[in-house]
């Protein structure tokens, strides 16, 4: 049984949701094409949603999503979404956005997606968003605060061991090379960060 959320789970909610917007019935054999697995894996996951209270389902019945369920699913799709949006919006190369966002949808936390939101709206609505860059673009001196960090869990939590969080204010102490770390300091420390894990980090610049 699964004992907390995982990536495998919300996926299959967030398609069992799709498949409701679109008037599509679930059946084991579409899902297993779409997620692309087998179909043993299909009916031995339902099992295991049905237990846990995300969906009914009965084999060779009908799969249907719960309240519970279909929240979940929900709210994995609603960032999903976002995340397209933004990463559209910062000129991620279109065959590349859908399975960034994939990984991504279930990296979040809600008060990443709200400030995904908010730059999205101030997009729309014509405010100057140009100031959001990546850390690797920044230049020695300049000032700003992270709005958003890409990546998966691993990346999140190392950024996050080393404070640096969206809303944290910083400095750049040593811009990057091609392949360079860039420095960058809060408050009264300086920190090394790697270009690898640099270019998942986007600043808001600040005078």
Same mark, same amino acid.
């Given at each position: 049984?699964?004992? /907390?959320?995982?990536?495998?789970? #919300? @996926?299959?909610?967030?398609?069992?949701?799709?498949?409701?917007? #679109?008037?599509? @019935?679930?059946?084991?054999?579409?899902?297993?094409?779409?997620?692309?697995?087998?179909?043993?894996? *299909?009916?031995?996951?339902?099992?295991?949603?049905?237990?846990?209270?995300?969906?009914?389902?009965? =084999?060779?019945?009908?799969?249907?999503?719960?309240?519970?369920?279909?929240?979940?699913?929900?709210?994995?799709?609603?960032?999903? =979404?976002?995340?397209?949006?933004?990463?559209?919006?910062?000129?991620?190369?279109?065959?590349?956005?859908?399975?960034?966002?994939?990984?991504? @949808?279930?990296?979040?936390?809600?008060?990443?997606?709200?400030?995904? /939101?908010?730059?999205?709206?101030?997009?729309?609505?014509?405010?100057? *968003? #140009?100031?959001?860059?990546?850390? &690797?673009?920044?230049?020695?001196? @300049?000032?700003?605060?992270?709005?958003?960090? &890409?990546?998966?869990?691993?990346?999140?939590?190392?950024?996050?061991?080393?404070?640096?969080?969206?809303?944290? /204010?910083? &400095?750049?102490?040593?811009?990057?090379?091609?392949?360079?770390?860039?420095?960058?300091?809060? =408050?009264?420390?300086?920190?090394?960060?790697?270009?690898?894990?640099?270019?998942?980090?986007?600043?808001?610049? &600040?005078?």
């Amino acid at each position: 049984m699964i004992k /907390k959320r995982t990536p495998q789970l #919300e @996926e299959y909610l967030e398609t069992l949701v799709r498949y409701t917007e #679109e008037g599509k @019935e679930p059946k084991v054999k579409e899902l297993a094409k779409d997620l692309n697995v087998s179909a043993a894996s *299909v009916s031995e996951m339902l099992k295991k949603l049905s237990k846990q209270g995300f969906v009914t389902y009965e =084999r060779y019945g009908k799969i249907t999503l719960t309240k519970k369920g279909e929240k979940l699913g929900k709210t994995v799709l609603r960032k999903h =979404r976002i995340i397209e949006s933004f990463l559209t919006f910062i000129g991620v190369k279109k065959n590349k956005i859908h399975d960034e966002a994939c990984i991504l @949808e279930h990296a979040i936390s809600d008060n990443v997606e709200h400030a995904l /939101k908010s730059i999205l709206t101030a997009n729309k609505t014509g405010l100057n *968003v #140009e100031n959001i860059r990546r850390l &690797t673009d920044m230049k020695k001196g @300049e000032k700003g605060k992270i709005i958003f960090v &890409t990546g998966g869990a691993g990346a999140c939590k190392r950024l996050t061991d080393l404070g640096l969080t969206p809303g944290t /204010k910083i &400095t750049i102490g040593r811009a990057s090379s091609r392949i360079g770390p860039v420095e960058i300091c809060i =408050r009264s420390s300086c920190l090394a960060i790697g270009r690898g894990l640099a270019e998942k980090i986007f600043i808001q610049v &600040t005078k």
